[in-house]
């Protein structure tokens, strides 16, 4: 028997059409008024008589409501079926995830920083202990993906290449997939390693600019005093044409409309538009090493309800919504049997706000892993199908309970514990769909 989904999100629109998304599929449709009529009457005589009774046209819309999984075909109720996927996702080791820091130095001195002074880089008996490990599993892996993380990585570029070139060779030894990711601040990226990373299967970067020049530069010094926005902008102009490359603005209470604006026009004149994606991150003090930070910090709530005026400015720019609510096994890498953060001696994290911090390490690289350590099990017993509001929200399939750091460390309202999607789902669906009709438009 067809079933309509409870995940689904129908909103009036403009000139009598609606939005339609379904959370468990990440499907987004506009719907014409037609197409409304035909919906409300379609959904009444599937709950009353099934599908036997629907017109041609109710038929014809079905099949595009079951693609988009707006109705479903499955005895069983939708939350079983997203907790069956989620403990298959959870517990797979066909993939191994790591997120490597091959030094936790860092060339800039962000006020923010949750990570602390630190030097040094990953040593060759940390290298070979993560080989090993690779060679272990290789045979049983479909993919290994990595990120490039830190401090800032690209002090420690050299170490990337010659690991990555290990990853690759492995990855061709025992037939699983390799690929990689960088986070960092953009710096070092110039455009010989730009390519030398893309012959090495980085296929992403990760790069944050706060704001404009002018108070990007103050917010994120170099440690010798320097500016860095301009010359990390013509890094990217480079990069971008050679991998996608995510700007991240990272939002305090210091930010406003107007600063943003004036970050967007420095991206325009760079003609960066449309070749890079731009989303906001909300700085949080997760550690104490960052807790100075905390009274300019949003609440969850509240950076929710900018962060709708900070996409409507995008959208208003001219700048591509990326940034759309994707469907997920698992809110982060907490909530997996097989990844992990690895930092340069090697000890092993579940967050990366714990990275370097040694009284949150579960282990060493070089030990056996340790699947009972409380360090791992206090993130990874968070299930959010035990919990009550969870296994009630319309949106679990896109948060999956949110941060399980943020619900085991901080002791926050439930309000606080949730993804931001919670606060501004309709808001942004707006706002993705006129950037599509935008987008349309300019092809046109």
């Known amino acids: 028997m067809k079933k309509v989904s409870k995940y689904n999100h129908i909103l009036p629109w403009h000139n009598g059409y609606h939005i339609a998304y379904n ?32 017109s041609e046209n109710e038929q014809t819309l079905l099949g595009q409501l079951m693609f988009g999984n707006f109705v479903y075909d499955d005895p069983r109720e939708e ?85 990555s070139e290990k990853f690759m060779s492995l990855g061709q030894k025992h037939d699983f997939d390799y690929t990689a990711q960088l986070i960092s601040n953009g710096l070092l990226l110039t455009p010989d390693l730009v390519d030398r990373f893309a012959d090495l299967k980085v296929g992403s970067v990760q790069i944050t600019l706060d704001g404009p020049s002018r108070l990007h530069n103050k917010k994120r010094p170099l440690k010798n005093g320097g500016e860095s926005f301009a010359k990390i902008v013509n890094n990217i102009k480079y990069a971008a044409g050679k991998m996608a490359v995510a700007i991240r603005v990272n939002i305090d209470m210091t930010f406003t409309s107007e600063i943003i604006s004036e970050m967007l026009e420095e991206l325009s004149d760079a003609g960066l ?77 579940r967050c990366l706000g714990y990275t370097g911090n040694k009284e949150k390490s579960m282990g060493n690289i070089a030990d056996k892993i340790d699947y009972s350590h ?65 987008k349309a438009k300019s092809t046109v």
């Open 23 to 54: 959370a468990r599929s990440g499907g987004l449709a506009l719907l014409t008024p037609e197409n409304v009529a035909v919906l409300d009457r379609l959904y009444l005589k599937l709950k009353e008589n099934g599908e036997k009774s629907l």
């Open 374 to 438: 409380p360090n791992f099990t206090r993130l990874f017993d968070f299930d959010p199908f035990n919990d009550s509001t969870c296994r009630e929200c319309d949106i679990l399939p896109i948060c999956m309970g949110g941060c399980p750091s943020r619900r085991q460390d901080r002791k926050l309202a439930q309000e606080n514990l949730c993804g931001t999607w919670k606060h501004r789902l309709p808001e942004m669906l707006d706002i993705i769909a006129r950037s599509r009709q935008q």
């Open 79 to 163: 939350i079983d079926i997203l907790h069956f996927q989620h403990m298959i996702d959870r517990y797979d080791q066909t993939e191994l995830g790591m997120t490597i820091a091959p030094t936790m130095a860092c060339n800039m001195a962000c006020a923010y920083c949750y990570e602390g002074k630190k030097e040094g880089l990953i040593s060759d008996d940390v290298s070979s202990a993560i080989y090993k490990l690779l060679e272990e599993q290789g045979r049983y892996l479909n993919r290994f993906g990595v990120i490039w993380f830190g401090g800032e990585p690209l002090l420690a570029h050299r170490k990337i290449e010659q690991m």
């Open 273 to 349: 538009k449309h070749r890079v994606g731009l989303y906001f991150g909300m700085v949080e003090p997760v550690s104490e090493v960052c807790g100075n930070i905390a009274e300019s910090c949003y609440s969850n709530r509240d950076f929710s309800k900018l962060e709708i005026e900070l996409y409507s400015l995008l959208l208003d720019r001219g700048f591509s919504i990326n940034y759309i609510p994707r469907p997920c096994a698992f809110h982060c890498m907490a909530q997996t049997i097989n990844s992990f953060i690895v930092d340069p001696e090697g000890d092993l994290y």
